[in-house]
T-cell receptor, first 115, second 110 residues
Framework: EPEVTQTPSHQVTQMGQEVILRCVPI?????FYWYRQILGQKVEFLVS????????KSEIFDDQFSVERPDGSNFTLKIRSTKLEDSAMYFC?????????????FGQGTRLTVV | GQSLEQPSEVTAVEGAIVQINCTYQ??????LSWYQQHDGGAPTFLSY????GLEETGRFSSFLSRSDSYGYLLLQELQMKDSASYFC???????????FGKGTRLSVIA
């Protein structure tokens, strides 16, 4: 069964360093998302991406964040200068199409720890 | 904007039935979804309601009342493996990203 894959599964970084989280969405999907989940809290939307551009972003997604789809398969989230409060689980998700039946397929996540 | 309210925790006995409620406030309505998340795992899609009424998928059912801005997830014949967090979610608009409730942690006990 097709799945969204994320690498790495765990990332530890020092405050102020840049990190890149990688995702390979399901191959025929068109809509891509990043979410984060701070331990014990709800899943929060960061950004959505369609047709090679950001279609929507939340207030969390400030200038330190960026996304890219550098080739036909990868979808990356870059955090330029990490802060302690960026420590969270980051989930990539994809959908085949827009529309109301909002089934999104999530990757297993990258646990980011900023020290 | 969107906001969703659901209970933070529910405990139920193995074999029983449990209902997890969700009330929502949205600027537009594009359906209510439910996701399951086991500890350390990714959210996985359970069900979607675009219209009023009950949708059944095996042991899980989901109900929606648009006039009440309310839905629920019903889990029957509970099993220990159903212990997880359950999130209701709504799209922000017709094409998009989901906004999740804070989640209900279900503990199934013997």
């Amino acid at each position: 069964e097709p799945e969204v894959t994320q690498t790495p599964s765990h990332q530890v970084t020092q405050m102020g360093q840049e990190v890149i989280l990688r995702c390979v969405p399901i191959s025929n999907h068109l809509y891509f998302y990043w979410y984060r989940q701070i331990l014990g809290q709800k899943v929060e939307f960061l950004v959505s991406f369609y047709n090679n551009e950001i279609s929507e972003k939340s207030e969390i997604f400030d200038d330190q964040f960026s996304v890219e789809r550098p080739d036909g398969s990868n979808f990356t989230l870059k955090i330029r200068s990490t802060k302690l409060e960026d420590s969270a689980m980051y989930f990539c998700a994809s959908r085949f199409e827009a529309g109301d039946a909002a089934e999104a397929f999530f990757g297993q996540g990258t646990r980011l720890t900023v020290v | 904007g969107q906001s969703l309210e659901q209970p933070s925790e529910v405990t139920a006995v193995e074999g029983a039935i449990v209902q997890i409620n969700c009330t929502y406030q949205t600027s537009g309505f594009y359906g209510l979804s439910w996701y399951q998340q086991h500890d350390g795992g990714a959210p996985t899609f359970l069900s979607y309601n675009g219209l009023d009424g009950l949708e059944e998928t095996g042991r899980f059912s989901s109900f929606l009342s648009r006039s009440d801005s309310y839905g629920y997830l019903l889990l029957q014949e509970l099993q220990m493996k159903d212990s997880a967090s359950y999130f209701c979610a709504v799209p922000k608009s017709g094409n998009t990203p989901l906004v999740f409730g804070k989640g209900t942690r279900l503990s199934v006990i013997a």
